[in-house]
C-alpha cells in the first residue's frame, strides 16, 4: 500500500542546522518566521508540520548546537584528566569557537534570548535553566577534582563554579561585540592565574 501524503522535500538536519544559525545570529525574538522559512529553505507549513511552531524549533535547534557547536563544554569537563585541565579546556576551545569566521560569534545559549516579551518568557527561561545546567556541570567536575587530590579540598567549588561560569559567558559577549581570538585568550590566562592552591 503506497504511503499517504508527499514526502517532506526537504533535509531536516540540515534544514534545523539552518535555523539554529538564524536564531544564534539574531536571537530568538529577532529571528522571524520569514527569516527561518528562507534560510531553511521551506514554507511555513512545512516547518510547523516538520517541527511544531517557532519555540518547538527553537528548542531543537539549542539541542542540535549542543551537540555540534556549543559542544566543548561537555566534551572538556568529560574528557580532561584534571579538574583545571578542563577548566581551561573548556575555556580555550569555546574562545576558539567563539571566533570562527564563517559562523555567528558567541554562544547561542548566551545570546539567543538576551531580549524577550512577555510571549518568550518561556524561551528566556528554558535558556536560564540550560545555563544553571552548565554552571552545575561545572561545578560537578570540580568536586571531582577535590575528591580525585588534584584541587585543594579548601576550594569552594559552587563559587568557582560561578566565577568560570561568568568569564566563559562574558567570553561569549565580548566574542559577540568583535573581541580577537587574543584578547579572550589573555582574558583566559587572568582566569586561569586564578585558579586556588593549596593553604
Known sequence: MAERGRPRAFDRTDALRRAMEVFWEHGYEGSSMSDLTSAMGINSPSLYAAFGGKEAL?????ELYGQTDGGYTERALREEPTARAAIEAMLRDNAIAYTVEDKPHGCMVVLAGSTYTTRSESIRDFLVEK????????RRRLDRGVAEGDLTAEADTAALARFYTTVL???SIQARDGAS???LTQSIDCAMAAWPTSA
Open 58 to 62: 527553537f528548542r531543537a535547534a539549542v
Open 169 to 171: 559567558y562574558g567570553l
Open 131 to 138: 545555563r544553571l545546567e552548565t554552571t552545575e556541570d561545572i
Open 181 to 183: 581570538l587574543a584578547e
